[in-house]
């Protein structure tokens, strides 16, 4: 907040609350002389607010000053794409830039590339409004008070929230005019939800429930601390539900949860105070031992190695965080679940044994679990209609975006003064048009291609399934994919890559075999098979140590193609050749299992989706 003006003009609680969670976002690069940050904010009622706010970051003082630094923020309006996608490219133009977009999967791809950023602006913290009422207000709120204020639209708060003005008398007006639950802020945050009867989480539920009974048994005396898992890493999207499992777990488990994260320690901004926040989370759990400490935005800690900006205060917060993590000062019966987007952007050390030493990654819900996701913010709803139409035309959403839509068709429903019927999903559901036979069958054998490759090369195939819709609003968006468990465990060794790239190209290469040709699909876009098969290559030649020659280049395994520009001619050569290599083993797979893969096309074309055990089956009986 050291940045901000308390009396910014026309800045009220909800601008500075925004102006909190814009600024955390941009932490990192805001000192960098150019930037383009995109910010996916998940409330887009306030978008206006946030848009200020991302104003008020990029241009400090009062606003009105004019510097000679270049900086724009835009919002990019689903309703308006065209528009906005030239807006959008004029805007990437200047000096720092930051795009503010409704939902995450609205990003075109060229824009995507284009930034150097993408972050989901999550609802804000109890402790950012009790920083924020410190701050600007000057009066210090109880946690509770700050969740009662969060609860309350924005609206009206910017109207009641006055400096000087107690806050029992904001609270009381707010609750006399009954305004609470008006924004969509606490609606629905599952405070009821058990692991149980929760869908989407995978190996996470698993490793979960497993939690529950060694506490139970710890409870019980039955084993010690030692005998328990301490630590879990959780990967994914946004939206995918990492933060509501860490309360899911806890509850569980029957303990009680204390929330942290980086941004929230250094509300204050001195590394004095981040370390102290941060010690004293892990000492709340401790008091409250057995219990759960949840650290939301793990990857924002950085990386000791990355040559970024603020080196030595990430340097600092991460031996803090190891510290904290070995309990020098004793953490015996604090469980830590840590939640990040990019994995790959954590310190090694801070996923070493006995600290973060577990990681699983959360994937987008498939058809089953979204179904499940829509009955659980459905709330008894729609109880006995069939909702499968639902779960299919929500292919590629978040958990996230599942609860967005059916906060949309509940409140066109309570427009329309009844309950909810099918009709409102339907029309808030993403535009979508169902895919021709012929298509889907090019997509069935492209993901029984994955799904065999992988099965054969010993991978273990969660599901596998493919659309039989596609969305007509975006243009990323997964047709269909292969879902495999992840292996901890597993020693990244030379032959551990070829095979991810032998599964990565095994799609089209069964579309080579059974169709006679592949499309350019494969190709098209960072996350695309060619392009991520072809980063592995790269990197066994050129960062990993994995290649012909031994020189290892710093590691970003998040670059674009773009930059492989660096890389030399003959890398490039040897890395083309592992892929030909790899496509031709693919093939010798694929063939070696054509009368399984002509099953499977079948089963996976009249049911969507397959799970592992059925494709192993398949699989298995046909070699006999
Ligand atoms: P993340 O931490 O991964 O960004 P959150 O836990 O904040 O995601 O999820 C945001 C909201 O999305 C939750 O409050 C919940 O309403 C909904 N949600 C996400 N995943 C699930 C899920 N698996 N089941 C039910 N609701 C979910």
Request: hydrophobic share 40%.
């Amino acid at each position: 907040m050291k940045f901000i003006s308390r009396t910014r003009p026309n800045f009220c609680l909800p601008d500075y609350l925004a102006y909190c969670s814009v600024a955390a976002a941009v932490r990192h690069i805001r000192r960098a002389p150019h930037f383009a940050v995109g910010l996916v904010i998940s409330q887009s009622a306030d978008i206006d607010t946030y848009y200020r706010a991302a104003h008020a970051v990029l241009k400090p003082g009062d606003g009105r000053r004019n510097s000679d630094v270049r900086t724009l923020p835009i919002i990019f309006k689903d309703a308006q794409p065209q528009t906005s996608h030239s807006n959008a490219i004029e805007a990437l133009e200047n000096d720092k830039v930051i795009i503010l977009f409704e939902r995450e999967d609205s990003i075109p791809p060229d824009i995507r590339v284009a930034l150097d950023l993408v972050v989901r602006i999550g609802i804000p913290t109890p402790e950012q409004a009790r920083g924020v009422m410190r701050w600007v207000y000057r009066t210090e709120i109880s946690g509770l008070q700050a969740k009662e204020l969060l609860a309350h639209d924005w609206e009206r708060l910017r109207h009641v929230v006055r400096p000087g003005r107690p806050i029992s008398r904001v609270l009381s007006t707010l609750t006399n005019h009954n305004t609470t639950v008006a924004s969509g802020l606490s609606e629905s945050d599952g405070s009821e939800l058990f692991l149980q009867n929760m869908a989407g989480y995978g190996e996470a539920r698993d490793w979960g429930l497993e939690l529950a009974t060694d506490i139970h048994d710890l409870k019980a005396g039955l084993i010690e601390w030692n005998d328990v898992d301490k630590g879990l890493l959780l990967s994914g999207p946004p939206g995918t539900g990492k933060t509501i499992y860490a309360d899911a777990l806890a509850r569980t488990c029957g303990v009680p949860v204390v929330h942290g994260s980086a941004s929230q320690w250094q509300a204050r901004g001195h590394l004095g105070d981040f370390l102290k926040a941060m010690r004293a989370s892990f000492a709340e759990a401790k008091k409250l031992a057995p219990a759960i400490l949840f650290i939301d935005e793990l990857d924002s800690f950085g990386d000791r190695n990355d040559e970024s900006n603020n080196q030595s205060y990430d340097t600092k917060a991460i031996n803090g965080l190891l510290e904290c993590l070995d309990g020098s000062q004793d953490r015996d019966g604090v469980v830590v679940v840590a939640a990040c987007n990019f994995p790959d952007r954590i310190d090694g050390a801070i996923l070493r044994s006995g600290r973060l030493d577990r990681h699983i990654r959360i994937e987008l819900p498939n058809a089953e679990a979204r179904e499940a996701i829509l009955r659980i913010h459905l709330r008894g709803e729609l109880a006995l209609e069939d909702i499968t139409e639902f779960a299919l035309a929500s292919v590629g959403a978040t958990g996230a975006d599942i609860a967005r839509l059916i906060r949309d068709a509940r409140r066109l429903a309570r427009r329309k003064k009844r309950s909810m019927l099918q009709q409102d999903l339907r029309a808030v559901m993403p535009k979508s048009e169902v895919i021709p036979r012929e298509n889907l069958y090019a997509n069935a054998v492209h993901e029984i291609g994955h799904a065999i490759a992988g099965v054969a090369l010993g991978l273990e195939l969660r599901h596998v399934e493919i659309s039989p819709v596609i969305r007509l609003t975006s243009d990323v968006q997964g047709l269909g994919g292969a879902c495999f468990a992840s292996r901890p465990w597993e020693r990244r060794t030379r032959q551990h890559y070829l095979d991810m790239i032998a599964v990565y190209v095994a799609g089209s290469v069964a579309e080579d075999i059974f169709l006679g040709s592949h499309d350019d699909g494969w190709a098209i876009g960072k996350a695309s098979d060619l392009q991520r098969a072809t980063r592995l290559a790269i990197d066994m030649e050129f960062v990993l140590g994995l290649g012909e020659h031994l020189f290892a280049h710093s590691s970003d395994i998040n670059r674009g193609m773009a930059e492989f520009r660096d890389v030399d001619q003959s890398t490039m050569l040897r890395a083309d050749r592992i892929l030909r290599e790899q496509v031709a083993r693919a093939h010798e797979i694929i063939e070696r299992h054509r009368e399984a893969s002509v099953k499977l096309h079948g089963e996976l074309l009249e049911h969507s989706g397959l799970s592992g055990e059925r494709v192993l089956a398949v699989v298995e009986e046909a070699m006999k």
